[in-house]
């Protein structure tokens, strides 16, 4: 099958952030969504951190200056970054504890290597590229 990696980032206050990655963590107010990968990947550090319901209140309440950090799937930070929703707010370029994520199909599904192919295929041309700059901006 194919299997994708994303990874968790760190979007902070420009405001008031000395955080440059995730060793400035410890010590800080640092919020994530509840449930998430990039929680449970704060709770294997024995890092405290705020739990939110969605990555909107997280970064409310960053932007609001209740955190200095939110960590979460660094697409979807660059993604909502890239809406310029927040001006206070920065993802930082630093990513850390990668998360693979996969289609699921049944065994002996006669659609697993067309699939394979166009992911491939489609991965390597001018229109992904774009369209990671129009949604990531980069």
């Not at 990555?55 to 932007?63: D, G, H, R, V």
Request: glycine share 6%; proline share 2%; charged share 25%.
């Amino acid at each position: 099958g194919f299997t994708a990696a994303i990874a968790s980032s760190l979007t902070v206050s420009q405001l008031s952030s000395s955080i440059e990655g995730p060793e400035d963590l410890r010590g800080a107010r640092v919020g994530s969504v509840k449930s998430s990968t990039s929680a449970a990947y704060l709770e294997k550090e024995r890092l405290i951190f705020d739990e939110f319901s969605n990555t909107t209140e997280a970064l409310n309440a960053l932007e609001a200056g209740k955190l200095d950090a939110v960590v979460y799937d660094h697409p979807m930070l660059l993604f909502l970054d890239k809406q310029n929703r927040y001006k206070n707010v920065t993802v930082l370029g630093t990513t850390f504890e990668r998360q693979d994520y996969a289609l699921g199909l049944r065994a002996g599904c006669e659609l697993r290597e067309p699939i394979n192919h166009a992911l491939i295929e489609n991965l390597s041309t001018d229109w992904w590229n774009e369209t990671l700059q129009i949604y990531l901006g980069r």
